[in-house]
Structure formats: C-alpha cells, structure tokens
C-alpha cells in the first residue's frame, strides 16, 4: 500500500496517510485542524 506524508500548513502535523485519506484530506482539510489542504501539502 501507498502512503503519502502530509505535512498541515496550518497546525504543521504530520500525518502518513493512503490515498484514500489523500482525497479526504484534499476535500475536507486538515483532520486535526480543518485547514484547507492542497497537493504541495502532500509529499510523495
Ligand atoms: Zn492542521
């Protein structure tokens, strides 16, 4: 399984997501702090 490190430009929390949690995040925003994320926020 694929995972991605995304890194909130709001609360600066890492998380280590699949790409499932990829396109919740990109829809919905950070889960910690409900930021609006985007693909920079994502490092393959
Ligand atoms: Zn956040």
């Known amino acids: 399984m694929s995972t991605v490190e995304f890194t909130c430009s709001g609360c600066t929390q890492r998380i280590e997501v699949n790409e499932e949690m990829r396109e919740t995040i990109l829809s919905v925003g950070c889960p910690v ?6 693909e920079d926020d994502f490092d393959e």
């Open 33 to 38: 702090c409900t930021t609006p994320a985007t």
